[in-house]
């Protein structure tokens, strides 16, 4: 095989890489996350979520945590 197609298959590999990086910084920002109680839907940071950390929902006041389904 040829030396330049692995050369342009790691650069590739490369590129698609950024762009998840890139994705993942701007999906970062904050995710949607669904009340188990009232089923409300509100933006937390993804941090949160990422972590696992106990989310109140504003309209009903439950304490959950995101992974909770
Ligand atoms: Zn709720």
């Not at 650069?11 to 950024?18: P, Y």
């Amino acid at each position: 095989m040829a030396k330049w197609y692995h050369y342009l298959f790691t650069i590739a590999a490369a590129i698609i890489m950024s762009i998840f990086d890139a994705l993942k910084a701007f999906g970062s920002t904050s995710v949607k996350v669904t009340c188990p109680e009232c089923g409300y839907v509100t933006q937390q940071p993804a941090l949160k979520v990422r972590k696992n950390i106990t989310l109140v929902c504003p309209k009903c006041g439950h304490y959950f945590l995101p992974k909770d389904k």
